[in-house]
């Protein structure tokens, strides 16, 4: 089936704090170290996931990774059709360390097959500006409360968040957090979130999570969860990687890392058609 960014194939009605339903986000793949899941990803093309650098910690092995796609459940012995060996994962070169919020492309050994439970979402253009008013959701395998103990998600949940502006986000992080010892500086690199009113039980958040927002009839990948959501102190804010303000890395290292090497005698003017062809991105 030929693939458009940001348009599941199956609609349904979206519940905040419920589990998905097949379909829903077929964007969503799991990092497998082993059988164990490690963090979350999204599928930008049929050969590219995007999560967190800090995902491969201490590892960096490609070959010790798999990723799962098409599924709502990331626990037991997933069908093997549904995972694809990772070939190269490629961090940020600001990655640093466990605690950096650096972002990666990670690349499977092979093509993924379009279906509509194994779809690509789009990424941000410069021109979509997202608003405090823009309808975003997380989602994930985080952790629900229950009479005071969390309780892990084996099926994929979902969670509406409301954006709020960077000052706000920082402020709170600079005047008003006690329980960190390093204060995160929030930056034009980061969106910033809180968690809904009747639903701070939801922990929903964790590492590679997607920020997602519905720009038009498009979904958008606006964002990756780097800190964990914060299941202690609720009104803290959610931070996360701004996937907008990385833009050209991502395409630089997705697209050229592939085209361009496969591609060497080809003029500019050839090149370009098939430069544009690995990722879907939403506007110029």
Known sequence: M?????????????????EAKVGQWPWQVS??????????????????VLTVASCFCPSKDARKYRVLVGSLQIFGHPDSKMTIP?????????????TSSAIAVVELAYPVSFSPVVLPICLPSSEVQLK??????????????????????????????????????NDYYQNESLLHRVKPVISEAMICTKLPEG???????????????????????????????????????????????????????AISLTELSATPSLGLAGLLPHMLLPLIFLGP
Not at 133 to 151: A, D, E, I, L, P
Request: hydrophobic share 35%; proline share 5%; with cysteine.
């Open 199 to 253: 639903q701070m039980d939801q922990c929903i958040g964790h590492r590679g999570d997607p920020l997602m927002c519905q720009v038009e009839d498009f979904w958008v990948l606006a964002g990756v969860v780097n800190w964990g959501s914060n299941c202690i102190q609720i009104n803290e804010p959610g931070i996360y990687t701004n996937v907008s303000f990385y833009r050209s890395w991502i395409e630089k290292s």
């Open 2 to 18: 030929s693939a458009v960014c940001g348009r599941p194939a199956i609609s349904y009605s979206i519940s905040s704090g419920q």
């Open 132 to 169: 405090n008013t823009t309808s975003c959701w997380v989602t994930g395998w985080g952790y629900s409360r229950t009479y005071q103990h969390f309780k892990p998600s084996y099926t994929l949940k979902e969670l509406k968040v409301p954006l709020i502006d960077l000052q706000t986000c």
């Open 31 to 48: 990092i497998r170290h082993g059988l164990l899941h490690v963090c979350s990803a999204t599928l930008i093309s049929e050969r590219w």
């Open 86 to 98: 990772v070939s190269r994962i490629i961090p940020h070169p600001d990655f640093q360390g466990n």
